[in-house]
């Protein structure tokens, strides 16, 4: 299993280099990479994502495709024309367009199969430790949102279908009730008891303790500064170096005493994970991954626009996106778990 | 014991650890906006390592006794408190859950809405990494409950692949990582099959036990605990007793009793038998009077179809089902789950169907409600197929209710539920029976104009009960229609059930409650792995070691299955000697 921090860097750099492409090519490649990735997850036992990427395309490609198709109306093969007098609809409807908008579409595909991989792949304990210590609270809270997802699905599902065993349809905005009150009550019920159980075991017990003054003046002075320093940069151009070392010192002063909170923050670690090869080599898979994509921008650019042409292909590219492939390479946890444990009993 | 000297190692306050009595002394608690306090005055004592059972009707309180332990009331809840309450040292009134959570563990009814991560051992570890105890200190704890629970295999599992009990175990763990002194427990098995029922009373069992732990644990069905506990705190919710003392001694004084202690009370047994292992004895003796050649009380019932409370059990007419379900195939994700079923149902017939959890009753349910498409076979009402239909057609003539009825209810009043589903029908003009009517029957008269989701959950049970059944259903199918319901609220249960029947409804009745349905069915299917392995009367059940209610383990080979019917047979039996 990877640490957080190398899934998160993956999502991350799967997120810069789909964002920095609209050719179909690469992006399909990117595509059938997170596929991999979360495939090779799910047979290790991580949580399956609660809408699977296939879904969310056939959802997400043909919506952009049509929003961009009507409200964009440039491109050289037009395919009808919608009467001039609709308010941002009407125009000529273009192939160019629909396919741009159908890219867009396919982009977030990519980003929404990532973030999922990412997801499955994380267990909820990581994903508290990455957030930094002094929003320790705020990462335990996130976690908890998380985890309310595949409930609030399930108690969705159970919803739907105990109104529909009295005859309910859904046929107008008010049919929703009978669904949205249930889910609503159903879902405080359980924040409530969830809540109960936290406090029950001692949850805030001993970060409970109330910030100090000093600590609450460091925060907002620094905000100010960091504020007075931004608008000294935007409005006089005159200022603009003494601005940016207010930005700076704002910055720090914030950061210094988010620091310094979070090393009060007490709250320990069970089980701390090691390093390892694993990690390492994914990292390495992103950095080269990442360089490419930032240092060959005119490389990644392709723009169905004014006409629909067939996108480039360069393999350098295609060998670079590979290495976002890294995490299906390795071994599989289990195997790794078993080999760690045999090791431990051994020694 | 690992656990002792892990204890005095970390330093505890020993002092504390000795002393951690709980005494409650003229406790009274009003939830904020009830004009009537949920604890009245409450005199108790508990001492260390007893293994306590607070029992009493819904509404009596159960839940707030134990939710004053650890101080989650009134800290959590807010309302009106007098009196005094003291665990050991500690004041859980004034010094609330957070200072208590060391000293009183806390598990909840449903196990899966007290999970914040999605890991066996990180929940467990949860609570160690926020009371910031360190690294090693904390792998020895977690190491320590993995083993107490015997949860040590499923340490890497995702919480969500857990069974029920598996879940109620791992919750149970989590509450003991602080090692806390006692442990209060509501209702912990009232989500679970018998067997995984019986797991986590077994591991209270050996907490108690083994660590001394005292348990405090509120529970409807006395029957699964009354043989650990050694003392019995029994809440009324009419008056202001609380009534106190050896589980015998309480059990006398109070009206709702578990099959065999209500048997054993009837005949006069003492002392009044707790387990089946005790009443056997007895038993034994009253048998040894009996003619051997005596017809059972059961094949008398169906000669006159007499019973004290349960009324005539009917013997299927197969020629004319009602309701047929032919050779039923069902599959999930490439999974059979349902493999060839054939089952049905006569005109007015009740029919339990039980197995374990995960045999495929709740899919069978599913795919005669048109909810699941099944793969292959036949599912026939009064004659025509229902596969295919769609679930809001369905629904006219099958009602289903669901293992939560709070999924079905949302609207204003009780009354409006029942409104919305005829409306749902298009049947508000001409309604096959009226709301007033049905109300009256459901026992909901005076609260018509009341929020459903207010109510307890046996009067919540029957609203949901109303709502599928106002359009007067030819077929009943009820999804664990008994958990969380004391033995008043299944009572009406089953009064309600035979009143429908005489109407000519069938009934198909999920569930694992083998008092119920050994006082209820006609006749009982039993599932496993999508298979009907055995359908017959209910003297089915006296056979098997996993199924037998109380009664028929007490009087093997009778064939009697509920008090009354021992009662009647052996009256039948000293009339003849």
New interface residues.
Partial sequence: MLDARVWFLWAVTTLVTASSTRSPLYIVVLLLITTVVGAAREAEGSRRAPLSPLRFATIAVPLSALFNGLTVHFGDTVLFHLPDWLPLLGGAVTLEALAFGALNGLTLTVIFSAFSVFNQATPVRDLIKLTPRAFHEGGVVLSIALTFIPQTTRSLQRIREAQAVRGHRIRGIRDWLPIVVPLLVSGLERAMGLAEAMVARGYGAVSGEEQPLRTQGLLVAGLLTLVAGWLAYLFRAAWRVPAMGAIALGAAIIGVTMWQTGRAVRHTVYRAREWTVGDTLVVLGCVVTLAVTLTHRDAFYYSPYPRLTLPPFHPLIGLALLGLLMPAMLPPAKKEAKRERSREENT | MVYQTAISSTGCDSDMLDNSSISFRDLTYTYPGSPDPALSNVTLDIAVGEFVLVAGPSGAGKSTLLRCL?G?VP??TGGTVSGNLSVGKLKPLEQG???L??TV??V?Q?P????????V??EI???????????TE??LR?EEVLHLMDLAALR?R?L?TLSGGEKQKVAIA??LA?RPRILALDEPTSQLDPQSAEDVLQALVRLNQDLGLTIVLAEHRLERVLPYVDRLIYLSPDDESVLSGSPRQVLRQIELNPPLVALGKALGWEPLPLTVKEGRRHAAQVQAATDPSLPSSRERHRTRGSSRWSGERRRPDTRDPQFLVQDLHFAYNGKSILRGVDLQIAPGELVALMGRNGSGKTTLL?CV?G?LEPRKGKIKMEGKSLVGRR??EI??DV??L?Q?P?????ADSVREELI??LR??DLLDHPPVTPEDLLTRLGLETLERSYP?DLSAGQRQRVALG??TV?KPGLLLLDEPTRGLDYQAKRELVRLLREWQTDGASILLVTHDVELVAQAADRVALLSQGQIIADAAPELLSTSPLFAPQVARLFPGTGWLTVDEALEGLDTQRDRN
């Fill in positions: 650890n989650l800290h959590f859950p957070q200072m959570s060391p563990g806390f909840f449903d899966e809405s007290q999970f914040v991560v999605d890991r051992e990180d570890a949860f609570a160690l990494e926020n009371a910031a105890v360190p690294p904390m792998r977690v890497d995702q969500d989590a509450a602080l599913r409600v909810l679930t809001a629904s006219q009602g289903y669901p939560d709070g999924d079905l209810l949302f919305v589903t749902n029908h989701r709502a599928v359009t």
